[in-house]
């Protein structure tokens, strides 16, 4: 797995003793490990067509991040239904011309 500069100093960190352990709470993790299986169940299968341009450059982008195009894809959709990415400049200018065609 590829680290950036920040994951690589966690961890070194961490291996180091640097970061302080404290014990979650019964409850917290409880709710925490529910919300996690939640987050990863992966229960619907769809089919998308793209270009095989825009395919080519996903997989080069994921093999760059060490992970499963699929699954690089499965990530940006989930940022995107999550309000987690923010709107690019052609967005914001999309944005503001369909509120002024109104």
């Not at 690589?8 to 490990?33: C, H, N, W, Y």
């Not at 940022?79 to 200018?93: A, I, M, N, R």
Request: charged fraction near 30%; aromatic fraction near 6%.
């Amino acid at each position: 797995m590829k680290l950036d500069a920040y994951e690589k100093e966690l961890l070194e960190l961490d291996e180091a003793g640097k970061i302080p352990f404290t014990q979650v709470d019964p409850e917290e993790r409880s709710t925490l490990m529910a919300a996690a299986r939640e987050t990863l169940q992966k229960d619907k299968r769809i089919n998308i067509r793209m270009s095989g341009r825009d395919l080519l450059s996903l997989k080069r982008k994921a093999n760059r991040f060490g992970m499963p195009y699929q699954t690089l894809i499965s990530s940006i959709l989930h940022q995107y239904v999550s309000g987690d990415l923010k709107p690019t400049l052609v967005e914001e200018v999309q944005s503001s011309y369909s509120s002024k065609k109104k």
